[in-house]
C-alpha cells in the first residue's frame, strides 16, 4: 500500500469516527436525518417539550378545579354579595336559594329557585357566560337584584318585572342601573368603563327604565367639562 492509499484510509476512518459520534448524539437528543422516530421521539428536547405541554395542562386542570369547586359546597345563611365560586348560595331571610355551576361547552350556569322550589332566574334564558374569561354573580339581599359581570360580554342585570317574573336588563341599554351597580362588580370593570360610568351625563342618558337608588354613586361622579 503506497503513501497516497495510507493517507485516504487515514481520512476515511477519521470521517467514519466523526459520523459515528454524530449518530450517538443525533440518538440522544432525538434528531437527526431519518433518526426521529418512534423510538427516540420521546427522548432528549422531544421529552421536553411534552413535558412542557404536560405540565400547562395539569396547572390549567388545577386552576379551574381551585376556582370550581363542583358547586358541591353549601353556603348556609349567607348575607348576600359577590359570588365567584361554584357552590350551593342559601341568602338569609330573603327566601331564595342560588346554584352556580359549570355545564357542559364550558358555560356558567346559575340558578334561583325559591325555598317552594320555583325557578325564578335560568341562566339558560339569558346570555351565555363563558368561564374561560373572568366572571362574578352578585346578589343584592335588599333589592332582590342579580347582577352578571363577565369581561367578554359586559354586565346585565335581573330584574323582577311586575308580573313576579325576572328579565334581563343590559347597562348599556338601562342606564339607569349603573347608579345602583355593585362597588363589588364596578371595581372588576375596566378602568375606561369605570370612568364612563361614573360620568354623570352618561348614566342620566335615555332609559327604559326608571329605577334609582338613593345614595348611589352620583354622589362620587365626574362632573362634565
Known sequence: MDNQEKRFALYNNRWL???????????????????????????????????????????????????????????????????????????????????VSKRPKALLEYVVTSDEGEVLIDSRDGPAVSVFHAWCIYWDNESQLLWVFNSDI??????????????????????????MLPDAIFSTLHPSFQKRYAHRDY???????????????????????
Request: net charge positive.
Open 17 to 99: 469516527s466523526r459520523m459515528a459520534k454524530r449518530r450517538r448524539v443525533w440518538e440522544h437528543c432525538g434528531s437527526g436525518p431519518g433518526l426521529a422516530t418512534k423510538h427516540t421521539f420521546f427522548r432528549g428536547h422531544g421529552m421536553k417539550w411534552w413535558y412542557i405541554v404536560l405540565f400547562s395542562a395539569l396547572a390549567c386542570l388545577l386552576s379551574c378545579s381551585r376556582r370550581g369547586g363542583g358547586g358541591t359546597r353549601t353556603y348556609a345563611s349567607w348575607t348576600g354579595g359577590l359570588i365567584k365560586h361554584y357552590g350551593t348560595y342559601v341568602p338569609a331571610n330573603s327566601g331564595v336559594v342560588i346554584v
Open 154 to 179: 359586559g354586565s346585565f342585570v335581573w330584574v323582577r318585572q311586575d308580573d313576579a317574573e325576572y328579565d334581563v336588563l343590559y347597562l348599556a341599554d338601562n342606564k339607569g342601573f349603573i347608579n
Open 203 to 225: 348614566s342620566s342618558g335615555a332609559d327604559s327604565n326608571d329605577i334609582v337608588r338613593p345614595g348611589s354613586r352620583e354622589e362620587n361622579a365626574i362632573q362634565p367639562d
